[in-house]
């Protein structure tokens, strides 16, 4: 699927948008984002604005200061590499600095013009919510295995939430069965956090709960929706390929520990 760098541009700014940082630096149309050391996505550098690729001495002294905000907090340097990187060699560069390339991950879209959500199981009740409640996060916590501090930070994440979003629960009998949240913005919802309980996967939940994120995004006014998937959730993949998502472009992260 060809897609432009405008397309590529949008979503990495509303996927920002939809997960946001505790704090973020700007160095020049680089974004530094910190929260704690969860998710990478919080707690990396986009290089996603025009910066001058002639200027080599220019770049390395930003990859500098970019490395010793990060060590001054204890936290892995962590760079988001998209086909939009400015400058387009940042790879490049960050490998030969001894980065490792971690996570790959397939972004993937799909319209909402013909999507009609399916009735699922009538036994299994639909809870959504317009914040996160106590009760969601415990329970993406607990399905996610979270430890008390990536909570806390969870907490945070998605308080902090500026767009419109549905924070979805299943749940049968009382039991939560699946959770997961949806952001809408520019007419494009994302979806993120998509987890089942352990005990209740491959019976079709996660298909469930994806359609009733997706009707929540249509009645709203999106008409496409994005999500993101690493390339080695091979199930997910599975999942996304027959609710119609096809993938539009690739991401990874250049990681480098402290020395």
Known sequence: MSISFDIIRTVEEISLNAWPANQ???????????????????????PIYRVDENDAESV?????????????RNQPVIFKITPVVQPGNLDETLAQRGYALDAPTGVRLRSLTEFSPSDGNSNVEIHLEPNPSTTWIETFSDFSAL?????VALSSIVANIAPLAAFVTLREDGQALACGLAVLERQ???????????AARGQGYGTQLLHALLAWGKTHGAQHAYLQVMNNNLPAQRLYDRLGFREIYQYWYRVKSGD
């Open 147 to 151: 430890t008390e501090g990536q909570q």
């Open 24 to 46: 973020t630096l700007v160095d020049e149309g680089w974004l530094l984002r910190f929260t704690g050391g969860y998710t990478r996505r919080a707690n990396s550098v986009n």
């Open 188 to 198: 494009m919802i994302g979806l993120y956090d998509i987890v089942t309980a352990p």
């Open 60 to 72: 390395i002294a930003r990859i500098d200061r970019c490395e010793q905000i990060y060590r001054r």
